[in-house]
């Protein structure tokens, strides 16, 4: 399977685009003002306790607090206030663990969403390239989809040696023929927290391991003493910007081509391949096509596509996907498709054909939560089968955690996928205020960064001295004020002056870009 990663960095946004055999399948915005918040860690202050919701408010300094359950609170957990420090508690009571006005330090696991904020957990985690710390759990663990068990066993001995050669060392003893096995109590050996050894392990030798458990040590030291010095509510450590994280989470050997648009990220990004992954540094290279980047493999219209309820299917079928606060329901249509032979042969093979679909549209939408698939009913417990095995054999590509219900007699599927951050239509549209948000359009900020995409089109193509551009009262109006700085600086890059013009009969969504 040919597989790329295309990056596009402007001074406003970046965007990341996963693209398996000339198809896109993942879309990844970070936009500059709105950074996403998982796997921050804050210090953070108990602002209010909710006994009957086992729960709490924390400051974390953000307009909305985060929300604590306490599931999410180690039990034996430590409170920075100068230097003292708080006894373990064992009561799982939340009174018991919390207080208002409490300073604890919390980790985002999921970004705020619509009027809900930060989901928060006091079980701290450091991901690196291979490995992921847990300063509070002395275990280890192995990614699922690591499934040779002498692999596994293999990367679970190469943390107890390396800490049963620490402990060697510390006692002045011979550490050259030290081996460790995983019978061996994990605790009595990690004294300093536990690990998850992550999917990118695999085949990795254990000098490479061992970089990553001694990085992580020195960023869990330094992030320990900031914690100590800061006082609440303030961040402590910021995990790494988008196009370094892609490398990070999603390059592996099977990355044909990283293309990057930006100079001085792709450089960035070289440093840090040849410090992490130095396997997957010759696959970097800077983007200097005449074209923009996201249009090659027509990503900018896949994206436009993937905002639509509608997803068709090449047999002439469609499926219709639906938001709402509480799930999203798929819905499977025959559509135009007659087949050629019964009814029951037609339906079964739309609803094959629409397992696929569904698969990559989860990806490419970022659909998390409860999803609802509604399949065409299917008389034959064969096909029904079939059409469930073939959608969980699509699943399996999906980097997120899902699990997947049997296939009812209504035809129904139920699915659960891990949702960490906003869906793509979340992050790029808005209720509409013309239809009492029944339905949604593009932000004002996400047409101007359009709209500056669209100017630098324009200007390769057309030798035009000036430009003008023609768009609603809003979006005219955040170009000239929110954004003003950024159409100074694309003034600048382009060598031509920009003008701005209110069209009052055009739409949220509706510009013009005039050469002359």
Known sequence: MSEEILINVSPQETRVAIVENGLLQEVHIERTNKRGLVGNIFKGKVSRVLPG????FIDIGLDRAGFLYVSDIVEAFNEVEGNQMIS???????????????????QVVKDPLGSKGAR????ISLPSRYLVYIPDQPVIAVSQR?????????????ILQY??????????????NVIMHTAVHQSQVLKKGG???????????????????EYLYKLWDSTSLLARQASAPDLIYEDLPLAIRTLRDLAHTGIEKIRIDSRETCERAIQFSRQFIPECTGRIEQYNGERPIMDMYSIEDEIQRSLNRKAPLKSGGHIVIDQTEAMTTVDVNTGAFVGHRNHEETIYKTNLEATQIIARQLRLRN?????????IDMKSADHRRQVLRALEKHLEHDRSKYTISELTSLGLVQLTRKRTRESLEHILCEPCPACSGRGKIKTTETVCYEIFREILREVKQFDAQKLLVVASEKVITMLMDDESANVAELEEFIGKPITLQIEPEYSQEQYDIVPY
């Not at 928060?120 to 079980?123: A, G, N, P, Q």
């Not at 620490?166 to 050259?176: C, I, M, P, R, V």
């Not at 990118?200 to 254990?206: C, F, K, L, R, V």
């Open 146 to 158: 690591i499934d040779d068990l002498a692999e596994r066993e293999r990367l679970q001995n190469i």
């Open 195 to 213: 690990f998850i050894i992550r999917t990118a392990a695999e085949g990795i030798a254990d000098t490479e391991i061992y970089q990553d458990i």
């Open 120 to 123: 928060l957990t006091t079980r």
């Open 163 to 176: 800490h049963q050669g620490e402990q060697k060392l510390a006692a002045g003893s011979d550490t050259s």
């Open 88 to 106: 373990p508690i064992q009561d799982p009571a939340i009174t018991s663990l919390l207080r208002e006005g409490q300073h604890i330090l919390v």
């Open 53 to 56: 919701m086992q729960s709490a």
């Open 367 to 375: 659909l998390g939560g409860i999803i609802i698939v509604d399949f």
